[in-house]
Structure formats: structure tokens, C-alpha cells
């Protein structure tokens, strides 16, 4: 996600959007997430903002001093739009034919203060979420079951659906959750991935050290076997001594016995 705002005055970044730079087009391209809030807008208007940001799915303009959506450029792929905290009163016609694909809108704390206002937002057939909060038109009698009727295709308004259920993402920031659940979900499988190599190598070491403690082992017993062979012959050749040793002393009496003779 680029935020914006937080470099604002540094290089590359204007009162609202971004100096040409060289190599720009690089980065431009392949953008997902926008958020340029608390940044300033030049004469109310949005600027620097191009079509060149093609991959372009969340865009977030809070507080920005906005009065005019007129300048938005044509983002085919954005699905959520944060416009809240401005001054915009009308103009809405020009997001069927900028962002065709919007999802998710956000206007509450603009200057909206009839349904002939969002009227167009009719053309926005993938239309899901829409939240008027701080909005005059919020103040209208029937403001809810009017605003369904005029825009069937919603399923949520202000956080609510129809039978006045809370929308589980709890909406305005649920679509941004689900593309940081993607993040994650990539980088868990990444570190998964680099588990399970450490856990092979792992294995392959125990699995060699296994077999050197096998070859030492056997290495041991046949020392220990040669070492009581050893022994074993030594405790022969004593015994051998020992016979040889018993049949010389019967012997010399038996010799002394046929000198005297």
C-alpha cells in the first residue's frame, strides 16, 4: 500500500498525487492500494492522479478538502473508493463511467444532501456498500428504505443491510482486510515453504548423524570383540601353563623314584 500523505513535501510527492520521476511509470503500473488522506487538494480537485494506475483496486482521498470528483481518472479495476470527510455536493455521474467496476463507496461527511444527488450511482451495477454518514440526506424521512429503493443493487447502507444487520466486515474497512488477509495468507505460505526446507535439511542431518553413530557403534563392538578374544586366548595359554606345569611336578618324583632304584 502507498501512503501518500505521510511523504507529503517529500520528493516525488505533490499537494495531492505525484511529480512525474524518471522511472515512475515502473512502479505506477503495478499499484493496488492508494492512500492519500490528510494531503492537500489544488482548488478542490483531485490531480496527479492518472490512468497509468491500471492495477489500481483501493483508493483513499479523506480529508482532503475535495469539492469535485470531476478529475478522476479512469480506474477500470478500483473496487473501493474513500471519499469521506470532504465538500463534495454533486458531480457523482462521473464515477459509472470512471470506475464501472466499484464496489465499496464512501462519502459520509460530504455535502450530500438529497437522494437526487446518488441518483446516478444507479449505473454502478457491481455497487455493494455505501455509507452517508454526517450527510444532510441522512435526515430525510424514510432516508433508508428510500435510498434501497432507489439503489437496488446495495446491500449495505451506512454499515447495514435491509433488515438492519450489520454488515460483518463491519464495511468500511472490510474490503482493505481482505487484501491484507491475501498478503498474509502469500507470506505464511512463503514461510511455509522455508519451514519445511529447514525441516528437511534438519532430517537429512539427523539421518547422517544416525548412520555415524551406527558405524561407531559397530566400530565399538568389534574392538570390544577383538579386545575378548584377546583375553580369551591369554586365560588359555594360562591354563595351558598350568597343566604343562602340573604334569612336569608328577613327573620329577617318578624320576626320583627310579634313580634310587
Not at 70 to 92: C, I, Q, T, Y
Request: proline share 3%.
Amino acid at each position: 500500500m502507498i501512503h501518500a500523505a505521510a511523504a507529503l513535501g517529500a520528493p516525488g510527492c505533490t499537494e495531492l498525487g505525484w511529480r512525474r520521476l524518471p522511472g515512475e511509470g515502473n512502479w505506477i503500473c503495478s499499484v493496488k492500494e492508494l492512500v492519500l488522506d490528510n494531503s492537500r487538494s489544488n482548488e478542490g480537485k483531485l490531480e496527479g492522479l492518472t490512468d497509468e494506475f491500471e492495477e489500481l483496486e483501493f483508493l483513499s482521498t479523506i480529508n482532503v478538502g475535495l469539492t469535485s470528483i470531476a478529475n478522476l481518472p479512469k480506474l477500470n479495476k478500483l473496487k473501493k473508493l474513500e471519499l469521506s470527510d470532504n465538500r463534495v455536493s454533486g458531480g457523482l455521474e462521473v464515477l459509472a463511467e470512471k470506475c464501472p467496476n466499484l464496489t465499496h463507496l464512501n462519502l459520509s461527511g460530504n455535502k450530500i444532501k438529497d437522494l437526487s444527488t446518488i441518483e446516478p450511482l444507479k449505473k454502478l451495477e457491481n455497487l455493494k456498500s455505501l455509507d452517508l454518514f454526517n450527510c444532510e440526506v441522512t435526515n430525510l424521512n424514510d432516508y433508508r428504505e428510500n435510498v434501497f429503493k432507489l439503489l437496488p443493487q446495495l446491500t449495505y447502507l451506512d454499515g447495514y443491510d435491509r433488515d438492519d444487520k450489520e454488515a460483518p466486515d463491519s464495511d468500511a474497512e472490510g474490503y482493505v482486510e481482505g487484501l491484507d488477509d491475501e498478503e498474509e495468507d502469500e507470506d505464511e505460505e512463503e514461510y511455509d515453504e522455508d519451514a519445511q526446507v529447514v525441516e528437511d535439511e534438519e532430517d537429512e542431518d539427523e539421518e547422517e548423524e544416525g548412520e555415524e553413530e551406527d558405524v561407531s557403534g559397530e566400530e565399538e563392538e568389534d574392538e570390544e570383540g577383538y579386545n575378548d578374544g584377546e583375553v580369551d586366548d591369554e586365560e588359555d595359554e594360562e591354563e595351558l601353563g598350568e597343566e604343562e606345569r602340573g604334569q612336569k611336578r608328577k613327573r620329577e618324583p617318578e624320576d626320583e623314584g627310579e634313580d634310587d632304584d
